[in-house]
């Protein structure tokens, strides 16, 4: 179907409560997770809560994504630097310290249990407590989590196995594709224009501006929204 026959759509999937793998393609990297995070905030009243192991949760990044500098104040990012960092950040989750959050978001989760100094046995017992950890989390808060994978191997089963949902984003010449296995969940990001687009960092701050304005949540600005729609 021509870009010339399509209605404009600036959609993100939609997340129940519970774990949800995504699988992103490298060439869009982290930002669609972090655009997901952002729209979590937008959506609801609580804060979000990033534990990275990837060395992706980039602040950096998150400012310019973010329509509005005052939704940065509700986001806590922590870094787990070893495999034992990583389990009691995430065991701290379900705890009293965490009250009534958006999201959850864990990128890289299975990093550290692969690079850990431990046995391979324990260092998978390190992960299926963490992911037990963002289960009850997710059920504690009625949330939902989001996890990334570095790379597929063992370690992958864990946590396939545990997810609740598992998204793939991957590019395509209208933009950013999200779906699942089943083909049940298919948000289409993207641009009429000439059909093609770029899943660039200004591309991602409009959509988050036009998202935003849905939910009836402050932009700097209407001229970024305008220009998406």
């Known amino acids: 179907m021509s870009a010339s026959r399509r209605q404009p759509r600036v959609e993100l999937p939609e997340l129940d409560s519970g774990l949800t793998l995504i699988d992103v393609d490298v060439d869009p990297g982290v930002t669609p997770v972090q655009s997901l995070l952002l ?45 034992y960092q990583q389990t009691s950040l995430l065991d701290r989750l379900a705890g009293e310290q965490v009250t009534s959050p958006s999201v959850v978001v864990v990128t890289g989760i299975d990093r550290l249990y692969r690079d850990s100094d431990s046995s391979t046995k324990h260092a998978k017992q390190l992960l299926v407590r963490s992911i037990a950890a963002l289960a009850r989390a997710a059920r504690v808060h009625d949330v939902p989590v989001i996890v990334t994978r570095s790379r597929e191997d063992d370690f992958r089963k864990l946590v396939v196995n545990a997810a609740k949902t598992h998204l793939y984003c991957q590019k395509t010449q209208f933009g950013p594709r999200f779906t699942d296995a089943a083909g049940d969940v298919d948000a289409l990001v993207y641009n009429l224009g000439d059909g093609w687009v770029q899943t660039t960092l200004a591309y991602w701050q409009e959509v988050l501006a036009h998202r935003a304005q849905r939910y009836d949540s402050p932009v700097v600005s209407e001229e970024a929204v305008s220009r998406v729609i």
């Open 39 to 83: 729209d979590r905030v937008f959506a609801g009243t609580g804060d979000a809560y990033w534990v990275d192991a990837a060395g992706t949760a980039q602040t950096t990044r998150l400012r310019e994504l973010a329509p509005d500098q005052r939704y940065l104040d509700r986001i806590h990012v922590a870094r787990g630097f070893t495999a």
